[in-house]
């Protein structure tokens, strides 16, 4: 059987597990080694911070409603209760957008749920 010579395909790896790590700090940038457990470690902290993004916005949003909601006297709580009686189809990140950026808008919808 012929000898294969894997030169390339060994070169090509290296030279793509370097070029993901650029812009990492010291020797995770530079050696193979080093850099191979970086991009390792970075995939499984990425994929962790994508579903903690969800919980951390959603606690944002949820802030943002009840400092809007507590000058128009009503709880963050009770509002979420009436929104499901209404069957109001809005979600948490809409109405914290509403709620930011148009007050008097808001204003007005949370009299119509009353």
Partial sequence: MPRVKRGTAHVKRRKNI???TKGYNWGRKKKIKLAHEAILHAGAHALADRRKKKRV???LWQVKLNAALRPLGYK????IDTLKKNKCELDRKVLAEIAE???KAFADLVKNLK
């Fill in 101 to 103: 950026k148009d007050p």
């Fill in 18 to 20: 370097l070029k993901e």
């Fill in 57 to 59: 916005n959603r606690r």
């Fill in 76 to 79: 963050y709580s009770t509002f």
